[in-house]
């Protein structure tokens, strides 16, 4: 995910396969139905490497559609406000909802008591 969050940094023109989402979402055709042959190779991608991480006890078992929703939405909404907002506030965004990601779907709780570093 950091390696993508890079990626945003050097190219401040967006991404061509994040575009063609936007721009063929909703208009039927040929061009839309690879468009959407792309997104679904993606995000089937997401859910293996996410069945993947349960199977080796990286992740707790959970429903993997939501897993793959919600850690694709991150690099989203980077992407989104870096152009807006600027690089350094969606990369310090971006950062932070990843580890929150990863403690929530984490299969260890760690819990420290009072007082321990």
Request: aromatic share 10%; charged share 25%; hydrophobic share 35%.
């Given at each position: 995910m950091h390696h993508w969050f890079e990626w945003v940094r050097?190219?401040?023109?967006?991404?061509?396969?994040l575009g063609s989402v936007t721009e063929y979402d909703d208009r039927p055709g040929p061009i839309r139905d690879q468009v959407l042959r792309n997104e679904q190779r993606w995000r089937t991608e997401l859910r293996r490497t996410i069945q993947l991480a349960i199977d080796c006890g990286h992740l707790r078992e959970g429903d993997t559609d939501q897993y793959a929703f919600e850690l694709y939405a991150i690099p989203l909404a980077v992407h989104h406000e870096s152009g807006l907002f600027g690089y350094d506030l969606a990369r310090r965004h971006?950062?932070?909802?990843?580890e929150r990601w990863i403690a929530n779907y984490s299969p260890h709780?760690?819990?420290?008591?009072?007082?321990m570093p």
């Amino acid at each position: 995910m950091h390696h993508w969050f890079e990626w945003v940094r050097g190219n401040s023109g967006g991404c061509v396969l994040l575009g063609s989402v936007t721009e063929y979402d909703d208009r039927p055709g040929p061009i839309r139905d690879q468009v959407l042959r792309n997104e679904q190779r993606w995000r089937t991608e997401l859910r293996r490497t996410i069945q993947l991480a349960i199977d080796c006890g990286h992740l707790r078992e959970g429903d993997t559609d939501q897993y793959a929703f919600e850690l694709y939405a991150i690099p989203l909404a980077v992407h989104h406000e870096s152009g807006l907002f600027g690089y350094d506030l969606a990369r310090r965004h971006g950062d932070s909802a990843v580890e929150r990601w990863i403690a929530n779907y984490s299969p260890h709780c760690l819990i420290r008591p009072r007082g321990m570093p």
